[in-house]
């Protein structure tokens, strides 16, 4: 007599992904792109398998600042032609400041109450480390059914929000109210992927499973424009310009002040272009308007991003490790991103970073604006063979050991379950 067949498993994965074609337009201020990039590459991974459901409230900022209606769709998530096809929810969140997050813990905590195929042997991975999932997925537990929970942390709450130039008295209060919360819901859940190794003692997991992740990146799966646009091209005497990019928050944290003084003082024949928004957009905005070799394009939608960036000689990114505490806990997204384009990257070896990429990336040595420069002129004056050998490399690793159906082999593999 043949054994039965193991009743296979489940995954739910609860995220705050979105369709930047539908909700781009209501949204007032630049949206997540790097959460929201990353979420949507790792939903393309998990919907290689069957027994995954993608439930989705979108992480989008409280209207009526920087959202345009004062309700917002949940969504399911399902694949088409390998892309995510967002499937609105009847069920909509209200979106005004602190009412949206008792709406999305109540949503969440009645999708998976009345879900049906919720068995003990599913898996519960929550995107994130937002109190209203994470409160809505321990109650279940705990109430419901004894099911296995796992979360994925890219970002320390109470490191969130630091760049804003305003942060009152109340602001600070509620992040430490907030943290110290997190921290006890995250001690409710069984296994833990993180951005950073460093993220674990942070978070006082005392042994307590867990993966590093840093990232992942899909170059194919990405609207890349086969159009470009004329920013790169500029040239004098008809000798294009060596043009370096910065694509990011444009804030202090980020080592933006020591970029741009970098190409006013010590770089006047490079060129410098930098896409984003942040507390800096105003002060960029007048240098640029002062220095020809610095350009500042504002918001820059990804497809528009994308293609650029064949055109550009070196990226950039001068977050250091004097930005502060939250760098050991972090992994710049805009990494993998640079480096699977298949061109230099010039930036600093951070405590997050793995060792891995060390060798794949030109870093600066020391700190403020002339070292930056330096680096810079590194990179310009290094031969064609040398930079060659190094993207090369840097992009078969993200294409190889990144791309979404990898990173989610591992992290389905770490969390045990069989779907």
Known sequence: MKDKEKPRGNLIFVCGAFDEEKLGPLIRKSPQRASNTHQLALIKGFLNYENVDVYSLPYVGAYPKSFEEP???AYKVASFNGAPIFKPERARFFNFPGLRFFSRFYLLLKYLAF????TKRTEILVYGAHTPFLLAVVIYKKVFKPVSTSILITDLSEFMGQERSRVGLFFNLFKAVDSYFQKYLLKKFDKFVLLSELMYDRLGLCNKEFLVEE???DLDSLNVRNTTTEEPHKSVNHQPIFTVMYAG??????????????FVTYLPDCRLILCGYGELSSYVEKLSAQHSNVVYLGFVDQAKLFSMYPEVDVFINPRNSRSGDFVRYSFPSKTMEYLAFKK????YILPGM???????????????AKPIADAVLKVKQSRGSEIEKKTSAASQFIAEKKNSRSVVSRIISFLNIDI
């Open 115 to 118: 879900n049906k195929d919720i």
């Open 249 to 262: 928050g444009l804030s202090k944290r980020n080592g933006i002040l020591e970029l741009v003084e970098a």
């Open 215 to 217: 990232g992942v990146f």
């Open 354 to 368: 793995p060792h891995d990429y060390e060798k794949l990336v030109f870093s600066i040595n020391g700190e403020g």
């Open 71 to 73: 309700r917002c769709n």
């Open 344 to 347: 230099p990257l010039i930036c």
